[in-house]
């Protein structure tokens, strides 16, 4: 009874057994490929070597090496620490893998990895979203952009990191380490009990609208009426080299959400709408590896600052040389001397110590 059971079962959902759940061949092929066993633990480790430092370096210059913050700088700190607590999770994330998608550390850790990771990704997304709006704001109208207060934005900031805490909430209420009899290990999330079907399907497809779907409108959206905004001050050759780097964060921004976050998202509503319909392929196969390359946006994101904004990029290099901010403010005040001497032909400075302190 049991094997006529597991012939019958559908997808990444199985059959039900006495506590635990017998999945079909089909299942057992994708847990035990080296596509689950070797390809996701190789790029999780990428993006954790590369995401920790880039992303750790972010929050260290923004939080303590820019004085001016605006906007901008606001949302795209609140980015770093999304994709930050996105990657401290992931060396758990290749354990589980390499073990041969064997979960053993316990139920409770598992819904904490599974909301981390999805409530991080709909963090990121959401705080590009407002970067795409603020940048919209500093093309249309640059002057009330330089005058914009903070407050409005360390307001949203907030409300973004409860809303979609509050959304994680449902993960923690059902079980997502599930034990599959016919493999003898216990998955994290990789597999969903018959019982629990209609509610994981329901809260990912609600997630994947509010999440995705609603985000991706509004950066549409703000991509058009900027590149409207554009078009229109063509004729100002000036107008026009201010805001190229307007146009860069756009094509970033829009080549970031299609290799990224576009296919994870439209394989997750996929997979759940046909998970919900029993479906025999639910396409999980494909739906985990795009999610696993959705990670990596947390490597792209620190170069994104460091190509989009002049001052994170000074910070960087400033940082790396040892240069403490007093030694940078001197060496700017002697250099706006230096460049004053130079057009009254004396190539003089009055300040008298340029040096940069070492560490």
């Known amino acids: 009874m049991g094997q006529a059971a597991v012939k019958g079962s559908k997808g990444f959902s199985g059959v ?7 999945v079909d061949d089909h299942v057992k092929a994708i847990l035990s ?35 001016k913050r605006h906007p901008s700088s606001i949302y795209m700190a609140n980015l770093a620490v999304a994709d930050l607590l996105f990657v401290i999770w992931v060396p758990l994330k290749v354990a589980y893998h390499l073990n041969g998608n064997n979960w053993i550390y316990g139920d409770g850790w598992c819904k ?29 109208d640059p002057l009330s952009h330089k005058h914009r207060k903070n407050s409005l ?5 907030v409300t973004i990191w409860v809303v979609v805490w509050v959304l994680t909430i449902p993960l923690y209420l059902y079980s997502q380490a599930v034990q599959v009899a016919n493999l003898k290990i216990q998955t994290c999330h990789d597999v969903t009990r018959p019982s629990q079907k209609n509610i994981a399907a329901g809260y990912f497809l609600t997630m994947g609208t509010l999440g995705f779907v609603c985000p ?8 058009i009426f900027m590149l409207k905004a554009l078009r229109n001050s063509m004729e100002d050759v000036n107008i026009v080299k201010k805001r190229q780097k307007a146009v860069v964060l756009i094509i970033t921004v829009l080549v970031m959400f299609l290799v990224c976050f576009t296919p994870s998202n439209i394989m997750l509503l996929v997979h759940y709408i046909l998970l919900l319909r029993s479906a025999q392929n639910n396409m999980y196969g494909f739906y985990i590896t795009t999610l ?29 040389l040892c240069r403490s901010e007093r030694t940078v403010e001197r060496m700017r005040v002697s250099f706006s001397a230096l460049k004053f001497s130079k057009k009254s032909n004396t190539y003089t400075s009055d300040t008298p110590n340029t040096r940069s302190s070492e560490c």
Not at 16 to 22: F, K, P
Not at 124 to 129: G, N, Q, T, V, Y
Not at 153 to 157: Q, R
């Open 16 to 22: 039900e057994l006495n506590g635990t759940v017998l």
């Open 112 to 140: 904490v990895l599974v909301a981390f990771f999805y409530g991080n990704m709909y963090c990121s997304i959401s705080f590009i979203a407002c970067i795409s709006v603020q940048r919209y704001w500093a093309v249309v």
């Open 216 to 223: 991706t409108i509004v950066c549409v959206v703000s991509y």
């Open 292 to 320: 696993c390359l959705a990670s990596l946006n947390c490597c792209v994101d620190p170069f994104i600052y460091y190509f989009i904004s002049e001052d994170f990029r000074n910070h960087i290099k400033n940082t790396f």
């Open 33 to 67: 490929s080296p596509l689950t066993t070797v390809f996701l633990p190789v790029v999780y480790i990428i993006v954790f070597v590369v995401g920790f430092p880039t992303n750790a370096l972010a929050i260290w210059v923004f939080l303590f090496r820019t004085k």
């Open 153 to 157: 934005a360390v307001f949203v900031s």
